[in-house]
């Protein structure tokens, strides 16, 4: 059933750091904490990079396991299933909030008057061609394009570097420590713990022993990226604003006196959204495909990406009753998929890896100790 | 509009379904095959009949609110 393709440790490392900037490139989880969302940004970071972590152990305490195969192991073949297909829904509606908050920053800021469904059509065209093509493809493309980000946002950042306003990160703490936590609780689902839907490409890594410290450092550096967005943007545009603003970082790539470096933002959304996207079809496909016994995974990728854009139209009427949602609802809607189930299978394995040596009678009845596949 | 969204599925589905036939795969995996891209045509036309059904999106936040999660 497993595909023989395998990554390497860079190739995951890039894939998890596409994956982190994919829609937070635009839109900060913290933000709503303010000129203080920096703390939230460190707090939701380290939360981050635990369940991250915790994510890669279950992941080795299963070698070879996907989470379809992990849920049906360790729950059973009808709870497995049946939880199997709740993650395929997560994972297509993962893909499509990414689809429409690609579509929405685009037809707001670069495609004025191009239809969303065209620009996300198009957008699913190409991906569907990226995942058809494979997982190996996935992580050479990753380390083609993701190391990009980093040059964009430095560029952004010291064109920036003369209209720069110090102070605006003080008072620390002004509205208290609950915008904080919240804003902690928020980076926390959004983006780390949306990288359960790599524990359906985890298997694919050929040096296993390197999956916790690759899972590690992309989520450490990647809140340093995060955190540097923020202070760029925090001295240049002020708290105030911050609060307020959709896409923080295409308003403060505005003020960059005489030239527009627009395109570049629209790189890394590109760059950083296809590959969240390309995660989460590719794990939904090969997730149904694991469930229905199916040799290939492709035969899937069509519907899963044609039901993640009608679904990226559909879900939400205008782009501010998606941000109240996600605001309102996507915290404690994701906690079962991203904390609670990972952490009931990481408990039951831990049980199982616990447990002495099963010892199983042969045909003559004598007692043969066994091993006890993990 | 209506119409060139119905052909593009029967295009698309046509093309896989014979995949999935010729690979002789399981009826399951048919089966949510045709309801992935059944329930996709079927909000499509609506949407492009300009009738919006209720999204899952709302269905989720009606759920939270029954169980007293979300306000």
């Known amino acids: 059933m497993m595909e023989k393709t395998q990554i390497s440790w860079i190739q995951l490392f890039l894939l998890l750091s596409g994956f982190h900037i994919g829609s937070t490139v635009l839109l900060s989880p913290s933000a709503g904490a303010g000129r203080d969302a920096w703390l939230a940004m460190i707090l939701g970071g380290a939360g981050g990079t635990l369940l991250m972590w915790s994510y890669a152990v279950l992941?080795?305490?299963?070698?070879?396991?996907?989470?379809?195969?992990?849920?049906?192991?360790?729950?059973?073949?009808?709870?497995?299933?049946?939880?199997?297909?709740?993650?395929?829904?997560?994972?297509?509606?993962?893909?499509?909030?990414?689809?429409?908050?690609?579509?929405?920053?685009?037809?707001?800021?670069?495609?004025?008057?191009?239809?969303?469904?065209?620009?996300?059509?198009?957008?699913?065209?190409?991906?569907?061609?990226?995942?058809?093509?494979?997982?190996?493809?996935?992580g050479r493309l990753s380390e083609l394009l993701v190391p990009v980000i980093p040059v964009a946002i430095s560029i952004i950042s010291f064109s920036l570097f003369t209209i720069?306003?110090?102070?605006?990160?003080?008072?620390?703490l002004e509205n208290g420590l609950m915008p904080v936590l919240k804003g902690a609780f928020g980076a926390i689902t959004f983006p780390y713990g949306e990288?359960?839907?790599?524990?359906?490409?985890?298997?694919?890594?050929?040096?296993?022993?390197?999956?916790?410290?690759t899972v590690v450092i992309s989520a450490v550096l990647s809140t340093l990226l995060g955190l540097l967005v923020f202070f760029r943007d925090l001295f240049v545009i002020g708290g105030d604003l911050i609060g307020r603003s959709t896409f923080i970082p295409h308003l403060t790539s505005l003020l960059i006196p005489e030239f527009n470096v627009e395109p570049l933002l629209d790189i890394n959304l590109l760059i950083g959204g296809g590959i969240k996207i390309s995660v989460?079809?590719?794990?939904?496909?090969?997730?149904l495909c694991q469930i229905t016994g199916v040799q290939d995974y492709r035969g899937f990728t069509r519907a899963v990406l044609t039901f993640a854009v009608v679904l990226a139209i559909w879900a939400y009427d205008s782009v501010l009753e998606l941000f109240a949602w996600t605001q309102k609802v996507y915290?404690?809607?994701?906690?079962?998929?991203?904390?609670?189930?990972?952490?009931?299978?990481?408990?039951?394995?831990?049980?199982?890896?616990?447990?002495?040596?099963?010892?199983?009678?042969?045909?003559?009845?004598?007692?043969?100790?066994?091993?006890?596949?993990? | 509009m209506v119409i060139v969204?119905?052909?593009?599925?029967?295009?698309?589905?046509?093309?896989?379904?014979?995949?999935?036939?010729?690979?002789?795969?399981?009826?399951?995996?048919?089966i949510i095959y045709l309801v992935l891209m059944g329930i996709s045509l079927v909000v499509s036309v609506l949407l492009a009949s300009g009738k919006r059904p209720s999204s899952p999106a709302q269905w989720i936040e009606a759920a939270l609110k029954m169980v007293g999660v979300v306000k």
């Open chain 2, 5 to 30: 969204i119905i052909v593009v599925f029967l295009i698309i589905i046509a093309y896989d379904v014979q995949g999935f036939i010729r690979k002789k795969e399981r009826a399951s995996a048919v």
């Open chain 1, 195 to 213: 990288t359960v839907a790599f524990l359906m490409l985890f298997p694919h890594l050929n040096r296993k022993d390197k999956l916790k410290k």
């Open chain 1, 280 to 287: 989460c079809v590719y794990a939904a496909a090969k997730a």
């Open chain 1, 331 to 374: 915290g404690f809607y994701v906690i079962p998929f991203q904390v609670l189930i990972p952490l009931l299978l990481l408990l039951l394995s831990l049980i199982r890896k616990g447990k002495p040596q099963g010892e199983v009678p042969d045909k003559e009845g004598n007692n043969n100790a066994e091993a006890v596949n993990a």
């Open chain 1, 59 to 138: 992941s080795m305490l299963n070698p070879s396991k996907t989470l379809v195969e992990i849920l049906r192991d360790r729950l059973g073949k009808i709870a497995g299933t049946i939880l199997s297909f709740l993650y395929v829904w997560y994972f297509i509606h993962l893909a499509s909030l990414v689809f429409r908050d690609f579509g929405e920053f685009l037809c707001t800021t670069t495609y004025l008057e191009t239809p969303m469904v065209v620009v996300i059509g198009l957008f699913a065209v190409v991906l569907l061609y990226t995942v058809n093509s494979g997982i190996e493809v996935l």
């Open chain 1, 164 to 172: 720069n306003d110090f102070t605006a990160v003080l008072p620390i």
